[in-house]
């Protein structure tokens, strides 16, 4: 082979999808999408391989790293080399390219993470690599009833309208929850302190699919003591936020946590009660890492119920 290595330019996409078909796995899926022309805002390097035969270029691997707006002490990497050309050095030379040019990342940040699925192609280069996993994640469905609904005070309309409520996507307060919930549970890899405008942006805004929240509350005694005014509401404890899909067939992507003040007991009991009453009718879908640790408690028992079943693989964030 006489490779040559240049820079990504528009229509590489187009050649290379010609030449590796469908993504073998979703995190190739993903990763796709940032394969893209080389730029400082954010910053990313785009690298591609192109096969000479006679005289004919082929694109035939490429390669990106890029900064994230979240999680920022890492860089994103992704390596993709077409099947025919796997084994021959190219996805290490890709990787040695990368590492030079994330050397001279603004930020000064030089560690790469990525994603694979374990015992594939991708997995096996990243561990030769000396990227070790750092977390692991799953795709469940929950079906319609998985649990019993909740009883909140004494059974009536007021007592459930007390504790659960439908709260705009712009809710300071949800937002708050939201970004100290992801910050806990995502200690792993150094979200930092979220703004609220940041949470807003990443988790809440219409652009981002979000199109409906719901909370659920603590009672109002155990929030804010006797005494209290009766119109003053619970702190939330847990939330779920559905974001809209392009097949109204598919399970509704929802995003569920809790408040991580709350003693992991107390945190459960919230997770299971909000699940309980957001998938009593249709079919959610909820990605849980293993630092999830009350939706894992959660799940866990119901995993054997036919309820509750994990979809496609497991997806590995390996590292530095």
């Known amino acids: 082979m006489a490779l040559e290595y240049r820079e990504w330019k528009e229509g590489d996409d187009l050649a290379l999808l010609e030449i590796w078909g469908d993504p ?3 995190p190739a899926e993903q990763f796709r999408a940032a394969l893209a ?16 035969v006679d005289g004919v270029r082929i694109p035939v691997a490429a390669g990106v790293v890029h900064e994230a707006s979240l999680h920022p002490e890492r860089l994103w990497a992704y390596i993709e080399v077409a099947k025919d050309h796997r084994r021959s ?22 560690a790469l993470r990525s994603k694979v699925e374990p015992g594939t192609p991708g997995a096996a280069f990243a561990e030769a690599a000396g990227l070790g996993p750092i977390q692991r994640s799953q795709l469940v469905v929950v079906d319609p009833a998985p649990l019993k609904l909740p009883r909140f005070g004494d059974g009536s309309e007021e007592a459930a309208a007390e504790r659960v409520e439908d709260l705009a996507t712009g809710s300071v307060e949800l937002s708050d929850v939201v970004g100290r919930y992801y910050s806990a549970v995502h200690h792993w890899d150094s979200p930092g302190e979220l703004s609220i405008a940041t949470v807003q942006r990443l988790f809440l805004h219409d652009l981002t699919g979000a199109h409906g929240a719901i909370v659920l509350r ?23 936020i559905s974001y809209a899909q392009g097949n109204t067939g598919e399970p509704s992507d929802v995003f569920l946590g809790h ?9 459960e009991t919230a997770v299971r009660d909000l ?3 957001i998938a ?5 879908l909820l990605e849980v890492d293993e630092s999830m640790a009350a939706l894992r408690g959660v799940l866990k028992p119901l995993l054997g119920s036919g309820k ?13």
């Open 280 to 284: 009593y009718q249709h079919p959610i």
């Open 308 to 320: 509750v079943h994990v979809r496609g693989a497991d997806t590995l964030i390996v590292s530095d």
């Open 275 to 277: 699940l309980a009453l």
């Open 218 to 240: 603590a009672p109002k005694a155990s929030a804010f003591g006797e005494g209290v005014p009766a119109s003053r509401k619970g702190k939330i404890q847990a939330f779920a």
């Open 24 to 26: 073998e796995t979703l």
């Open 37 to 52: 022309p080389s730029g400082n805002q954010p910053w990313r390097r785009c690298i591609v391989a192109e096969d000479v």
């Open 259 to 267: 408040d991580p003040q709350l003693a992991p007991d107390d945190a």
């Open 89 to 110: 050095g190219i996805g290490a030379t890709l990787l040695a390219m990368l590492r030079a040019e994330a050397g001279n990342a603004p930020s000064g940040v030089s």
